[in-house]
């Protein structure tokens, strides 16, 4: 059973455009919900995480979305750039246990 | 601070020899994951160690293990190796079983021919 969920599989953005990508799981022990970015040919990046006791969290132009009850978390990159064009992975950890990574989402930012 | 460091970068093997990826974690990490990455497709994960022990293994069969030794460092191995082995491998360290952030290496991409 997948324990996270992730839409859409690919989204291509124009530059200055919004990106959003979705996550859903079910677990309700989760309690660390991390961002991760990856460019080909190397390893994901840590950009941004939120734990379930706040309902946004913003850094820069990434701000995650959280909504406890539907449980779903959103990444919304704000002013994409072409630079911003990656695959990026939500995943969900419940501390003490291992993570669960969502399928990925590979983001092209056109100029 | 150093990040996560794994070695070989590329690693190129035939079809039912041994490979062995090796990891060293951020310092003071104590906690090591392996993930497999196929082209294209999400991280599958493998294994996880924490002072030494394995703490869980993903669905993968018994020809894929690993050990941690006294100072972290970790190693994976794969035994008669297949075409489908064919992947990136993934280390990640956290500073232990009690926290959240973990943080990746740059992997090895393994091939086998």
């Known amino acids: 059973q997948q324990q996270v969920k992730q839409s859409p599989q690919s989204l291509i953005v124009q530059k200055g455009g919004i990106s959003i990508i979705n996550c859903a799981y079910e677990?309700?022990?989760?309690?660390?919900f991390p961002w991760y970015q990856q460019f080909p040919g190397k390893g994901p990046a840590l950009l941004i995480a939120?734990?379930?006791?706040?309902s946004e969290k913003k850094e820069g132009r990434f701000t995650i979305s959280f909504n406890k009850s539907a449980k779903q978390f959103s990444l919304h990159i704000m002013d994409s750039q072409p630079g911003d064009s990656a695959t990026y992975f939500c995943?969900?950890?419940?501390?003490?246990?291992?993570?669960?990574f969502g399928t990925g989402t590979s983001l092209t930012v056109i100029p | 601070e150093a990040g996560v460091t794994q070695s070989p970068t590329h690693l190129i093997k035939t079809r039912g020899q041994q490979a062995t990826l090796r990891c060293s974690p951020i310092s003071g990490h104590t906690s090591v994951y392996w993930y497999q990455q196929a082209l294209g497709l999400g991280l599958q994960f493998l294994l996880w160690y924490d002072e030494g022990e394995e703490r869980n293994r993903g669905n993968f069969p018994p020809r894929f293990s690993g050990r941690q030794f006294p100072n972290y460092s970790s190693e994976l191995n794969v035994n008669a190796l297949e075409l489908e082995d064919s992947a990136l491998y993934l280390c990640?360290?956290?500073?232990?079983?009690?926290?959240?952030?973990?943080?990746f290496g740059p992997g090895t991409r393994l091939t086998v021919l």
């Open positions: 995943a969900a950890h419940e501390t003490g246990n291992q993570f669960y």
């Open positions: 677990n309700t022990a989760f309690d660390y």
């Open positions: 939120i734990r379930p006791d706040v």
């Open positions: 990640a360290s956290m500073k232990g079983i009690a926290y959240n952030e973990q943080f």
